[in-house]
């Protein structure tokens, strides 16, 4: 049973900077391919894909932080990473780290239905 827990979350000004860690648990011993990814929750709107990584370390970003935002796993430490950069206000949301079976739609597609293990949520607040 994967567990997941992030942190790292907090406030800051539009143009700066965050890396949200997530302690992945229980990954040992898989026998299929995990997905791994960040997604985000704004008040009032729908969770959202952010980023995605296989176990192949392939990444596969949503348009709105393509090139802003690195999605990275530190594999000794079990340690899942998403380094945002030239934060805006519309970053603002609950950001979660999730994990699930390796598929194609949820890879290329992002759709939160296909993680079945989420942390707990830590708050990311951009001012302008």
């Known amino acids: 049973q994967v567990q997941l827990m992030e942190s790292g979350g907090g406030s800051v000004q539009a143009g700066g900077s965050l890396t949200l860690s997530c302690s992945i648990i229980g990954v040992g011993g898989r026998r299929r391919s995990l997905l791994l990814g960040w997604f985000r929750q704004a008040p009032g709107k729908e969770r959202e894909g952010v980023a995605v990584?296989?176990?192949?370390?392939?990444?596969n970003y949503a348009d709105s932080v393509k090139g802003r935002f690195t999605i990275s796993k530190d594999s000794a430490k079990n340690v899942l990473y998403l380094q945002m950069n030239s934060l805006k206000p519309e970053d603002t949301a609950t950001y979660y780290c999730?994990?699930?079976?390796?598929?194609?739609?949820?890879?290329?597609?992002?759709?939160?239905?296909?993680?079945?293990?989420w942390g707990q949520g830590t708050l990311v607040t951009v001012s302008s």
């Open positions: 999730a994990a699930g079976e390796y598929s194609d739609s949820a890879f290329y597609r992002l759709p939160s239905d296909r993680f079945e293990t």
């Open positions: 990584l296989d176990t192949s370390s392939v990444t």
